[in-house]
């Protein structure tokens, strides 16, 4: 079992940077593919960025890439989000999640283990 926390969310605005965490319970975080998905209100729960159990690989959906930066640290059980130039359309629930599967595999239905969310909004 994997319980996962995330943090860091709240109030920027258009521009502006916000760094989300997520810490995970459990011995076998070093093992699992992380990876942060956004759910915004009337929408379905989107992909953001994965990264591979060992760090050395990591993806990202096109609408975010070169903006945000998906890193984790092993030793601290600890997956990060770094938002950087966010935009209003960032607005959304972010959750982190854990799982076995391919870091580039963007379902949702992939991951076993989620966090309950941390809210970020975006003002313009």
């Known amino acids: 079992q994997v319980q996962l926390v995330e943090s860091g969310g709240g109030l920027v605005q258009a521009g502006g940077s916000l760094r989300l965490s997520c810490a995970a319970s459990g011995r076998t975080f070093s093992t699992y593919t992380m990876a942060w998905f956004r759910q915004a209100p009337g929408k379905e729960r989107e992909f953001v960025a994965a990264i591979k159990w060992s760090g050395t690989n990591t993806y990202y959906a096109e609408s975010v890439k070169g903006r945000f930066t998906i890193s984790r640290d092993n030793a601290k059980n600890t997956v990060y989000l770094q938002m950087n130039s966010v935009k209003p359309e960032d607005t959304a629930n972010y959750y982190c999640?854990?799982?076995?599967?391919?870091?580039?595999?963007?379902?949702?239905?992939?991951?076993?283990?989620w966090g309950q969310g941390t809210q970020v909004n975006v003002s313009s």
């Open positions: 999640a854990a799982g076995t599967v391919y870091y580039r595999d963007l379902r949702t239905s992939g991951y076993d283990y």
